[in-house]
Nanobody, 112 residues
Framework: QVQLVESGGGLVQPGGSLRLSCAAS????????MGWYRQAPGKQRELVAS???????YYKDSVKGRFTISRDNANDTVYLQMNSLKPEDTAVYYC??????WGQGTQVTVSS
């Protein structure tokens, strides 16, 4: 069983940056895919970015060029670097392998 804990969210002004972290523990050798998802108020949860075991990445069109997903294999952590943040990025952000329940997520609020 894999356990995931998100952190790094907070309040930031438009144009600012945040780096989210997803720390994995447990059977981490089983992880083939890691995705960052978000759920904005009144909206459905959506995939924002993902990274595969081979290092391939995917980004939702609206975040391309602004967000970067990366993996630190040494400490089983996946990051989401978010730059040039917009109010539309406000949401609770979650990481998930597709194999475990949703955690508490981390709140990102972009507001002036």
């Amino acid at each position: 069983q894999v356990q995931l804990v998100e952190s790094g969210g907070g309040l930031v002004q438009p144009g600012g940056s945040l780096r989210l972290s997803c720390a994995a523990s447990g059977s981490t050798s089983r992880i083939q895919f890691m995705g960052w998802y978000r759920q904005a108020p009144g909206k459905q949860r959506e995939l924002v970015a993902s990274i595969g075991s081979g290092g391939s990445t995917y980004y939702k069109d609206s975040v391309k060029g602004r967000f970067t997903i990366s993996r630190d294999n040494a400490n089983d952590t996946v990051y989401l670097q978010m730059n040039s943040l917009k109010p539309e990025d406000t949401a609770v952000y979650y990481c998930n392998t597709g194999e475990v329940p949703w955690g508490q997520g981390t709140q990102v609020t972009v507001s002036s």
